[in-house]
């Protein structure tokens, strides 16, 4: 059981940034996608918007990734 603990741990630490940093993006991104600036004028294209919501799925994959590797 000793031998399981650093993985979980590793495992915790993992999931805990990734919800840091998708938590943080989707604050950012999510409005831009919706159009919070286009009362400023600022019209982003739909090809912008997609771009930004799919960040998350960046960070996700990425995270995974650097889990796999580390462990």
């Known amino acids: 059981m000793a031998a399981f603990l ?15 940093i998708s938590e943080l993006l989707n604050l950012i991104a999510i409005p831009l996608a919706a159009g919070i600036l286009y009362s400023k004028g600022i019209l982003l294209s739909l090809a912008v918007g997609a771009l930004l919501m799919s960040l998350s799925t960046v960070i996700v994959a990425a995270n995974a990734n650097f889990l796999s590797i580390k462990s």
Request: aromatic share 6%; no cysteine; hydrophobic share 25%.
């Open 6 to 20: 650093p993985h979980i741990k590793l495992s915790k630490d993992s999931v805990y940034n990734e919800l840091k």
